[in-house]
């Protein structure tokens, strides 16, 4: 069957990489995670002390960064970040670097590179509307911000994982404004995008949503 290219967007915490990873291995297509880049650009930045509105600096880091993944796991400069890029202040720096124009630029144009072949699908903020806006399907999946937040709890708790709630929850609706209101290509659902709410609906259930709208493109 000829393989086609699959677009996910929706805020923090909706269970985007959780799905386009079930999809995937379904459908045996590659799933990139469009996040995980721009954590590696938060982790470098925090890491290295650079002064990121310092668009030297930022041009310099940026021409330094090499990130692949292997096996699930994301690597950056062949270091395995896979652990380190999920912290909170890594969601946190994320959200504010990848407000920059610079980074927006040079990661969405790997992200069209990479996906330039049939057989992907990618999640992220604006895949629908800027990555692949010709991607033959594409989905905004939603879910109240106490969902998601509650979902992230559960994850850090069953990992052993210190944490607030409401600590998590204020984050969610931090970033979920940041995300939105950026100037460059901003949260939102592209026009044609379908909209699933997970506010209610299992992982599996929302797998078959998923699985049932591709199906009708292939
Ligand atoms: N429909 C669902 N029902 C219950 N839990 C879910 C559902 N979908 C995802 N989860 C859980 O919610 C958490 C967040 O999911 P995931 O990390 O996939 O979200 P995301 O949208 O990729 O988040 P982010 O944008 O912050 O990277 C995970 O613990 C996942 O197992
Ligand atoms: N396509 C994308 C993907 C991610 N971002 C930004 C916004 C997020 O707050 C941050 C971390 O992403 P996550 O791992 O939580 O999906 O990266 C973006 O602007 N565009």
Do not use: W
């Amino acid at each position: 069957m000829a393989k086609i290219n699959i677009a996910i967007d929706g805020p923090s915490g909706v269970g985007k990489s959780t799905i386009a990873d079930i999809v995937a291995d379904k459908l045996n297509y590659v799933h990139l995670d469009t996040g995980a880049m721009y954590r590696c650009v938060a982790y470098y930045v925090l890491k290295n002390e650079i002064d990121y509105s310092n668009e030297e600096l930022l041009e310099k880091a940026l021409s330094d960064l090499k990130i692949s993944f292997q096996n699930d796991h994301v690597y950056l400069n062949g270091e395995d970040v896979t652990k380190e890029i999920r912290t909170n202040d890594i969601s946190m720096m994320a959200s504010k670097t990848s407000a920059v124009p610079m980074v927006r630029q040079k990661l969405v144009d790997l992200q069209k590179e990479i996906a330039k072949s049939k057989g992907y699908i990618l999640d992220g903020r604006d895949i629908c509307t800027v990555v692949l806006p010709d991607a033959e399907v594409k989905i905004f999946m939603n879910a109240d911000a106490k969902a998601r937040a509650q979902r992230r709890y559960d994850e850090y708790i069953n990992k052993g994982i210190d944490a607030d709630y409401e600590t998590i929850y204020q984050d969610i609706i931090a970033r979920d404004y940041q995300d939105s209101h950026r100037k460059i290509s901003p949260l939102k659902k592209a026009d044609d995008a379908i909209e699933i709410d997970t506010s209610h609906l299992t992982i599996d259930e929302v797998v078959d949503a998923v699985l049932n709208i591709i199906n009708k493109e292939i």
